[in-house]
């Protein structure tokens, strides 16, 4: 089964990359922090980036003391200036952040951590697509059994976004990145993505970041790290977006499930993405106030699924107050086939997951 698992996502992840390869609007996808071409963004080369942004000394928003050194093309994950001398304690000006919604990773428990380089600023002219400047780090680190299994970067460089995942040793004691990814790492079931993975997912939407904009982190009070409300008390947002609405659309079984299908399908189902399936929309905007106007419903509630109707392919993708005769149910709960949704990065249905949209449409009319 693993094996199959596998063999799909590659699969996947070639029909993705060969739809992205059509879009002459991605970005460079070489290998990470080589803009195109290894070795070919270098600290020289910085003073010209848009935004005048310089990361040769990262920090949070202007935050003193940061003396992290920027590295375009780290091999270790010390390199990256997460964590300070001791290896444990994280380095000046990174901090936590916790989205409102979280991707399902197969039960993987997950850390996030962000820094912004010194005096940078997050462009929020679109509050639903923040753009950030040169020098933005993000990492997310997995964690299995207990055991710290890799830890994810998401950074910024002069040519554009570059991503890879950092694998720890054993001993916990140090990560080595791994472009190729990693099958069954450290003895578990978890699988490191490949860059080309992250790539898939990261470049379908025009800030390229996922999980920490307006949406994710305009949550109610109570949650870990920092939220929306301290990114503008820190005046790290611009133009500020002090009026951005916090409460989502329906009541609280709508909101659990427009924000489930937000998070694991609206990342490539959204208008932005250069993949072939646009006409489902399932990325909930700050603007879409009332669940009849959500891209969710418009575009999914009674609508055909495209697929030949057969007892296992339904013919609508959400048949109201019928979950068991929705695509998008059927879809979430298969793995190992080329039905499964999302196709990568999973390996194990969310239940959950399913038990809240299923209860959604359940009270659909």
């Known amino acids: 089964m693993r094996a199959l698992a596998h063999s799909l996502r590659l699969f996947w992840a070639g029909l993705l990359l060969g739809s992205l390869a059509a879009c002459s609007n991605a970005e460079p996808t070489a290998a990470f922090g080589s803009g195109g071409a290894r070795g070919g963004s270098g600290p020289a080369s910085r003073g010209g980036a848009a ?17 992290a050194r ?9 390199e990256t200036g997460l964590y300070g001398a001791d290896g444990t304690t994280l380095a000046a000006g990174v901090e936590g952040y916790e989205p409102r919604f979280e991707l399902w990773a ?30 933005t780090q993000l ?21 554009g976004w570059k991503m890879v995942a950092f694998l720890w040793d054993a001993a916990g004691r140090e990560a080595t990145a791994v472009p190729e990814g990693r099958l069954n790492a450290l003895g578990t079931q978890h699988d490191v993505p490949r860059e080309a993975d992250c790539r898939t997912c990261h470049l379908q939407q025009p800030g390229r970041v996922l999980g920490f904009s307006a949406f994710q982190l305009a949550k109610p009070a109570g949650g870990k790290g920092v939220d929306l409300t301290e990114l503008n008390r820190r005046k790290l947002l611009e133009p500020a977006q002090l009026n951005v609405p916090t409460v989502l659309p329906g009541d609280a079984t709508a909101q659990l499930a427009l924000g489930v299908l937000h998070v694991n399908c609206g990342t490539c189902h959204n208008s932005h993405s250069v993949l072939p399936y646009r006409n489902l929309e399932l990325f909930l905007s700050l603007a879409q106030q009332q669940v009849p106007d959500t891209a969710a419903y418009r575009s999914a509630v009674g609508m055909p699924s495209g697929s030949r109707p057969t007892p296992d392919t339904p013919a609508l993708l959400i048949a109201p107050g019928h979950p068991e005769a929705s695509a998008l149910i059927y879809r979430m709960s298969q793995r190992g086939s080329n039905a499964q949704m999302p196709p990568l990065g999973s390996e194990v249905v969310d239940s959950a997951g399913i038990d809240a949209v299923t209860a959604w449409i359940s009270g659909l009319k």
């Open 51 to 67: 935004g005048g942004s310089t990361p040769s000394q990262a920090g949070s928003g202007g935050a003193a003391g940061s003396t």
């Open 70 to 78: 920027w590295v375009d093309e780290p091999t270790r994950l010390s």
């Open 106 to 135: 197969d039960g993987a428990e997950k850390s996030r951590y962000w820094r912004l380089p010194t005096g940078g600023k997050i462009d929020t002219t679109n509050p639903d697509f923040w753009q950030f400047p040169v020098g």
């Open 139 to 159: 990492w997310k680190e997995f964690r299995v059994e207990g055991k710290r299994i890799e830890t994810r970067l998401v950074q910024r460089n002069v040519a």
